[in-house]
């Protein structure tokens, strides 16, 4: 299932990272940028969970746009189900 952002979580940190990109005296983090989208993601998934409680999550994403920091929320977090998490593969053929 797909875990999408949110467009103006999303605009907000284009803007961030955009910024930090292109004026020399601005330098952020990139989980500083991408902190709301990591939240919303980790709401939501939070909420998928929550509706198939009998099911045991494997979280799969890739190093941007919040998806490190959701899976680090959902670790930590004892009352989830979630099995692992790892990086997503990108143009692997398995």
Do not use: H
Request: proline share 4%; with cysteine; aromatic share 12%.
């Amino acid at each position: 299932t797909l875990l999408p952002g949110d467009l103006i979580a999303g605009m907000r940190a284009f803007i961030l990272g955009a910024s930090s990109k292109f004026a020399s005296c601005i330098s952020l983090d990139n989980r500083i940028v991408w902190k709301e989208v990591a939240r919303k993601k980790y709401n939501d998934m939070v909420k998928y969970m929550e509706l198939y409680p009998e099911y045991d999550f494997i979280f799969f994403g890739d190093d941007g746009q919040g998806d490190v920091q959701a899976a680090i929320n959902a670790l930590k977090n004892p009352k989830l189900s979630v099995l692992g998490a790892g990086p997503r593969l990108a143009g692997a053929i398995f």
